[in-house]
């Protein structure tokens, strides 16, 4: 049998979140990031996009509701990333963040995207970040990817806006 290959369009649709508040967690998605409603599920679940798409994050309390962080050690998902079409999008949030003042878990830059890492309201991970062109992303001298973790210069990221 040949080795299944999945194909090269194929994207992530969408990820569905179980949260403890409903409301707490709206707070952060849409009036902190800005994703809009798409549509309520009663008090229990939102369904939230950017752009109109039916949606790109799902939220629910249906069998979380006031329950408390999942463990660090526990197995789960480790974050979301949700990519922003520029840097110039990135520096805009990091800015929303800032304003707010938002506390950031960290901020990488990979060689082949630069990232911003924040928990939400239930202490799920969030990534935030951008990709650069494809041509520009580091190689090995094989040819292969090399990509790498260095830290973010934020004041660099801010000149964009």
């Known amino acids: 049998m040949e080795p299944y290959r999945i194909p090269a369009q194929t994207q992530i649709g969408h990820v569905h979140l179980k949260v403890a508040d409903l409301k707490r967690s709206l707070q952060f998605y849409q009036n902190l990031l800005g994703f809009e409603i798409t549509m309520m599920y009663g008090n229990q679940a939102a369904f939230i996009s950017a752009g109109g798409y039916h949606h790109h994050i799902g939220l629910n309390t249906w069998h979380s509701k006031d329950a408390p962080p999942a463990s ?5 998902l480790y974050h979301t990333a949700i990519l922003y079409p520029t840097r110039k999008d990135l520096a805009l949030i990091y800015d929303r963040l800032r ?18 890492y924040l928990n939400d309201p239930d202490g799920n991970g969030v990534e935030l970040y ?5 041509e520009a992303w580091p190689k ?4 292969s990817l090399d990509m790498f973790t260095k830290p ?6 801010l000149k964009e806006i």
């Open 72 to 76: 660090k050690e526990g197995v789960g």
């Open 99 to 116: 304003n707010a003042n938002y506390p950031l878990t960290g901020a990488s830059d990979h060689g082949v995207s630069e990232a911003l």
């Open 130 to 134: 951008w990709d650069r062109p494809k």
């Open 140 to 143: 090995d001298a094989n040819g």
């Open 152 to 157: 973010l210069h934020l004041d660099n990221l």
